[in-house]
């Protein structure tokens, strides 16, 4: 057994655990000697004496220890450890990726290839921020989600497996009864798991308070796509393609417990834990608001906006692909407009989906199919169908090209070299779709708006300047100043035109020859 991370306060976690303090969970789990379980900070069992403790930042630390998750406590309710820890972007990288099924295919050296480290490096990063390998990591998320859906709803055995990872029922069963102790029969809790008249699993996804639920909705109800997403004050429901498997979801609050609860619909049982992956990204359940609202609040211009509305997240995006044509459909257009054209998009090159009990009935167009399409069929102009056109083929020919590189700025970069995106569509798809923390449309109006004074507004090299006190959690930053109820000329429409910085440089990045004087690709209306 090799030693135990040692870069966690032990007395500060005693303290947490003493007290059971919730605003813990997920940030340390404490292994216990004597009984070889791991628990949360949460944990209602009696507090072990402080000389039995290892204190770990991950339940896959405790898992490559030896130590066997909690049946109590139930270490796979504990919210996410947070991805912003001020370490290593590739450590959050890899983990998002690992989430995804990254490491499914090629192992650990095609992780570190697609991030660009090496192995051994890569392997010396989660020793140091996450006290396990990439593989452990892997592995407990396998174990933690098999547990949940043993617990949370009623598959056979032969689908838990399949759905969290295992090659056959035989590792699933060898794995599970080594871990726990006993058969994956006997975690089995017998429960009713249908929705609405169909056949559904249903899981819940905690996260760490405070959460802006209204703000999120609000949100996405302004850009739901009509036949692929529905939005009402108390869900969000939409149809989805993951790999060969389709199907819908439905996501409601859990009125007072910090988690929300997905009605999942899939045509693949398999898919299971890429979808809640995907859904976790969408409504950024891994996000620490409680640390990002403390430090976002010390700025002047965020300190009421924050204390008014406590929890705001950065909503995510199910593709990175419907994102970036979203953000292209928007260009020089209100926010409905831009669903309009998206509504027309999909009714002209999406497939149909098997409808499950919910409105959503179409899936979202696939890059091969728009980069055959005549776009202009729809009403788009020539230069915009040409951008469309260009980055449908673009990502048809390399499915990797809208993923997150090594930094924000390489990010950009990558994204911005695409015909017809500038810096702002660069930004705005790699705040909502790669889950960049600091990404910050600067030349957006709505930003510089919302930041003027009595001098008048600030440029967009003065907006820099100001937003470097957000980092590293400029992207949060956007989103109060966008969306803040307490400012009510901050609003989606307002934000969808760019300043005249944004239109130069964004008409420099357009290739299209018959592009329109006044081209401007970056809005807030995807």
């Known amino acids: 057994m090799r030693a135990a991370p040692t870069n966690l306060d032990r007395e500060a976690c005693y303290r947490a655990l003493r007290t059971r303090d919730a605003r813990f969970d997920g940030k340390f789990y404490t292994a216990v000697k004597t009984t070889g379980i791991y628990c949360r900070p949460v944990c209602p069992a009696r507090t072990p004496k402080l000389e039995n403790c290892l204190f770990l930042p991950s339940a896959a630390a405790a898992h490559e220890l030896g ?104 590792r699933f069963n060898h794995v599970i009864s080594e871990t726990y102790g006993r058969p994956p029969s006997a975690l089995r809790r017998a429960r009713a798991n249908t929705a609405g008249g169909e056949q559904a699993v249903m899981l819940r996804l905690p996260y760490r308070p405070p959460y802006d639920w209204r703000g999120m909705l609000e949100f996405l109800a302004a850009r739901a796509i009509t036949g692929v997403e529905f939005v009402d004050s108390e869900r969000y429901c939409r149809t989805f393609a993951l790999g060969a498997a389709t199907g819908t979801i439905e996501v409601s609050a859990i009125p007072d417990q910090p988690q929300l609860l997905a009605r999942i619909r899939s045509s693949d049982v398999a898919a299971l834990s890429g979808v809640v992956a995907r859904l976790r990204q969408v409504f950024d359940l891994d996000a620490d608001s409680a640390a990002i609202d403390a430090h976002l609040a010390q700025h002047p211009s965020l300190a009421r906006r924050v204390r008014e ?36 998009l999909v009714a002209s090159c999406g497939r149909p989906v098997a409808d499950g009990g919910g409105a959503p009935r179409w899936l979202f167009p696939t890059p091969q199919a728009l980069a055959r399409a005549d776009l202009t069929a729809i009403g788009l102009t020539r230069a915009r169908a040409a951008t469309l056109h260009a980055l449908a083929t673009a990502v048809a020919a390399d499915a990797s090209l809208l993923s997150a590189s090594a930094t924000l700025d390489q990010t950009v970069a990558k994204l911005a070299s695409l015909p017809g ?13 790669l889950r960049e923390p600091d990404a910050f449309p600067a030349a957006d109006v709505g930003l510089l708006r919302a930041m003027a004074t009595s001098a008048g507004r600030p ?36 934000s969808s035109l760019s300043d005249d910085a944004g239109r130069r440089s964004d008409r420099r990045a357009a290739r299209t020859p018959r592009a329109p004087r006044a081209l401007r690709p970056d809005t807030l209306a995807p």
């Open 421 to 433: 995106i500038g810096a702002w569509t660069a930004h705005y798809i790699a705040l909502r779709a």
């Open 309 to 344: 509305r406590p929890g705001v997240r950065v909503p995510g995006a199910w593709d990175a692909f419907e994102i970036a044509v979203r953000g292209v459909l928007g260009q020089q257009v209100s926010v409905k407009a831009a669903t309009t054209f998206a509504a027309r």
């Open 459 to 494: 440029t967009p090299a003065a907006l820099m300047r100001i937003a470097e006190a957000f980092r590293p959690w400029r992207a949060y930053a956007v989103l109060r100043l966008w969306t803040q109820a307490s400012e009510p000329e901050i609003t989606p429409a307002a």
């Open 67 to 170: 130590f066997r998750p909690c049946l109590r406590c139930r270490p796979e309710l504990a919210p996410a450890s947070p991805a912003f820890r001020g370490t290593v972007n590739t450590v959050s990288r890899a983990l998002h990726l690992i989430a995804q099924g990254g490491c499914d295919e090629g192992g650990v050296e095609a992780l570190a290839e697609r991030l660009g480290v090496g192995a051994r490096q890569l392997r010396r990063l989660f020793e140091r921020h996450v006290g396990a390998t990439p593989q452990s990591v892997l592995q407990a998320q396998r174990i933690l989600f098999a547990k949940k859906l043993l617990w949370e709803t009623s598959l056979s055995m032969t689908e838990v497996a399949l759905a969290s990872g295992f090659g056959s029922v035989r």
